[in-house]
């Protein structure tokens, strides 16, 4: 069964600072993967999602993610944390066997904050 | 402008009164799908519909109903409600549910937050 973990429930970064929020899967295959944002009293917004093809994917408001299947991992990056990043984060995957989105299972989602 | 939208946003209520949370779409997507928010668990579907007529359970679709009568509309129902289903409820969809185009995405409704006395 796949499962979805993120490293640290809640991650604090100053203004101006690398942001790296930590997501590993486990899967048989390579999975289809995502990362969303939610921001306070809001539904999700997708930042950007790895199917195939080139590995590193960019997003959404300066956000990066590197798939890297040797570490079953799925990172996402901004070089510079700006004040209105700070959001909860969710990292997702869904099998590719299957219908696209028939199956996402989320991960417990990573709270993002930046200090001025 | 387009969007999911849900009714209510709100809502508290008490064991086993039966309740339904609507969920509408205006970008004729053929995927819409139902999930429930808890602090520590992310998101975890509940069901999900391929289109009108077909719906089918998530991993967790104990004590829920839905229907897709029509290609906008997803309602979710709880015919008996109960404390454990106080919950962050969300609605979704996406234009297709084959595999994942490049362009396509899925659209999350504003979310409903429901009490169960």
């Known amino acids: 069964a796949q499962s979805v973990t993120q490293l640290g429930s809640h991650v604090s970064v100053s203004e101006g600072a690398l942001v790296l929020l930590r997501c590993n899967y486990s899967s048989s295959v390579p999975p289809y993967l995502f990362w969303y944002v939610q921001y306070p009293n809001q539904g999700l917004q997708l930042l950007l999602k790895?199917?195939?093809?080139?590995?590193l994917v960019k997003g959404i408001n300066g956000f990066e993610a590197e798939f890297k299947k040797s570490e079953t991992s799925f990172h996402l990056t901004k070089p510079s944390a700006h004040m209105s990043d700070a959001a909860e984060y969710f990292c997702?995957?869904?099998?590719?066997?299957?219908?696209?989105?028939?199956?996402?299972?989320f991960g417990p989602g990573t709270s993002l904050s930046v200090i001025p | 402008e387009a969007q999911v939208t849900q009714n209510p946003r709100y809502l508290i209520t008490v064991t086993g009164k039966k309740l339904t949370v609507t969920c509408s779409q205006n970008m004729n997507h053929e995927y819409m799908s139902w999930y429930r928010q808890d602090p520590g668990l992310g998101l975890r579907q509940i069901y999900y519909s391929m289109n009108v007529e077909v719906t089918d359970k998530g991993d967790v679709p104990e004590g829920y109903k839905v229907s897709r009568k029509e290609k906008r509309n997803f309602p979710l129902i709880l015919e008996s409600p109960s404390p454990n289903q106080t919950s962050l409820y969300f609605c979704?969809?996406?234009?297709?549910?084959?595999?994942?185009?490049?362009?396509?995405?899925?659209?999350f409704g504003p979310g409903t937050r429901l009490t169960v006395l």
């Open positions: 997702a995957v869904s099998d590719p066997m299957k219908t696209s989105y028939d199956k996402v299972i």
């Open positions: 979704a969809s996406s234009p297709h549910h084959g595999l994942a185009e490049s362009t396509d995405t899925q659209y």
């Open positions: 790895y199917t195939t093809g080139a590995t």
